[in-house]
């Protein structure tokens, strides 16, 4: 069984900052791409930031020089820092993550429960 578990959302300003963290735990033999989506009511989730195990990262052109992500092998943990903040950045924020379990080598992807960031102008 493998889960995502995510932390950090909030209520903040405009202007403000906020760092966001999912952790992967469970049977994982190896994780490839990690990312983070976000979704407002009576939208479609979108794509926000994603980095693979190796090169580059990749952003919505919305997020591109406020927010960075990164990721920590050793933890099976992926960051979101977001700043520069803006009320349509508010949104149900969820990780992604692209894993092959450790039991039967499968390949699936898997989606944290999402955390709430909202933004107050």
């Known amino acids: 069984q493998v889960q995502l578990v995510e932390s950090g959302g909030g209520l903040v300003q405009t202007g403000e900052s906020l760092t966001l963290s999912c952790a992967a735990s469970g049977s994982i033999f190896s994780i490839n791409a990690m990312g983070w989506y976000r979704q407002v009511p009576g939208k479609q989730r979108e794509l926000v930031a994603t980095?693979?195990?190796?090169?580059?990262?990749n952003y919505a052109d919305s997020v591109k020089g406020r927010f960075t992500i990164s990721r920590d092998n050793a933890k099976n943990t992926v960051y979101l820092q977001m700043s520069s903040l803006k009320p349509e950045d508010t949104a149900v924020y969820y990780c992604?993550?692209?894993?092959?379990?450790?039991?039967?080598?499968?390949?699936?992807?898997?989606w944290g429960q999402g955390t709430q960031v909202t933004v107050s102008s």
């Open positions: 980095v693979p195990s190796t090169g580059v990262t």
């Open positions: 992604n993550a692209a894993i092959k379990t450790a039991i039967w080598r499968q390949a699936g992807t898997y």
